[in-house]
């Protein structure tokens, strides 16, 4: 059985691509181009599916163009319009700590921590539209608070095991809180 903690959020089936079956993937983690798994998981009536697929190319920097074995037809594909993508962390080359964020939607899925090891959240979009970038974060409790994205408040970066270790200031994190 797939477990979720075993895998993280690249991005959503956003649409389907002519009549052979392909669709669109818009990623916010380019994971399925570095890592070693020929298969996505697809949330499907809320548990994950593996579908494995025969090709993919760019469309651009945030699109792909995935053709799945067994997803032949228009019909078959609209199926999976929607649908959330993962990718299995274990398919990660050893060296992805290392690696430089293909951009920083990637942080999309991570697990915010404060220096005490306490959850902060979890990252639910990144506005990169200005020179400050800024994180929107939902804790376990459901509410949601904006952070600013800045070298001084991040202490470390696991990209494997998608973690964020931050040390922002108690009343940053109370301060911009929205229900």
């Known amino acids: 059985m797939i477990r979720e903690e075993d895998t993280f959020y690249i991005g959503k089936i ?14 916010t983690d380019d994971a399925f181009d570095r890592g070693t798994a020929e298969y996505l998981l697809l949330e499907m009536e809320g548990l994950p599916v593996p579908f494995h697929w025969t090709e ?31 990718y299995p962390k274990a398919a990660l080359p050893e060296e992805e700590e290392e690696a430089e964020l293909s951009s920083w939607q990637a942080l999309i899925g991570f697990t915010l921590y404060n220096r005490e ?9 990144v506005d990169e539209s200005s020179a400050n970038i800024l994180l929107t974060v939902r804790s376990e409790d459901g509410e949601e608070c904006y952070l ?6 991040l202490l470390e970066l696991r990209r494997r095991d998608r973690v964020l270790i931050t040390d922002y200031p ?7 809180q929205k229900s």
Do not use: M, W
């Open 148 to 153: 600013p994205l800045h070298e001084d408040f």
């Open 14 to 27: 956003s649409k389907v691509r002519g009549l052979c079956g392909e669709v669109e993937l818009l990623f």
């Open 56 to 86: 993919y190319r760019f469309k651009n920097d945030r699109t792909a163009i995935f053709q799945f074995e067994d997803v032949d037809s228009e019909e078959a594909a609209r199926r999976l319009v929607g649908a959330k993508v993962f």
């Open 117 to 125: 090891g306490r959850i902060i959240g979890v990252v639910e979009s």
């Open 170 to 176: 108690e009343e940053l994190l109370t301060l911009n």
